[in-house]
């Protein structure tokens, strides 16, 4: 009787074909380039945001903590809130021109995109 009450305690077994789990095997590799390889366009943005303007800037390829890096500084520069959104910069309100310069201070291509 004891021996039952100890088999459901255990952990059930998942079956996996491929031995251990490997996660980070599967995931697909971000290429980091260096900002001077990098054409980033800046557009202001007020789609599915309830009429207000976002900045949104994308076209990066880097690792999510560098982005996570630009993200701080930006909000710092601008003075407002922001967020990293499916490898896209959302910064609050409209800043295009500002994000341009700061950009293009820090090696990145950059461009103004959109109206």
């Given at each position: 009787?004891?021996?039952?009450?100890?088999?459901?305690?255990?952990?059930?077994?998942?079956?996996?074909?491929?031995?251990?789990?490997?996660?980070?095997?599967?995931?697909?590799?971000?290429?980091?380039?260096?900002?001077?390889?990098?054409?980033?366009?800046?557009?202001?943005?007020?789609?599915?945001?309830?009429?207000?303007?976002?900045?949104?800037?994308?076209?990066?390829q880097a690792k999510p903590e560098t982005l996570a890096d630009l993200v701080k500084q930006l909000k710092t520069q601008c003075g407002t809130g922001g967020t990293?959104?499916?490898?896209?910069?959302?910064?609050?309100?409209?800043?295009?021109?500002?994000?341009?310069?700061?950009?293009?201070?820090?090696?990145?291509?950059?461009?103004?995109?959109?109206?």
């Amino acid at each position: 009787m004891s021996s039952s009450k100890s088999q459901s305690s255990d952990k059930s077994f998942v079956y996996r074909e491929f031995g251990n789990d490997n996660s980070a095997a599967t995931e697909r590799p971000i290429p980091e380039l260096p900002p001077q390889q990098q054409n980033l366009k800046v557009q202001a943005s007020r789609k599915g945001r309830k009429g207000k303007t976002v900045t949104v800037v994308s076209g990066f390829q880097a690792k999510p903590e560098t982005l996570a890096d630009l993200v701080k500084q930006l909000k710092t520069q601008c003075g407002t809130g922001g967020t990293l959104k499916d490898n896209e910069i959302e910064i609050q309100g409209e800043h295009k021109q500002k994000i341009v310069e700061i950009l293009i201070k820090l090696g990145y291509k950059a461009k103004i995109s959109g109206g």
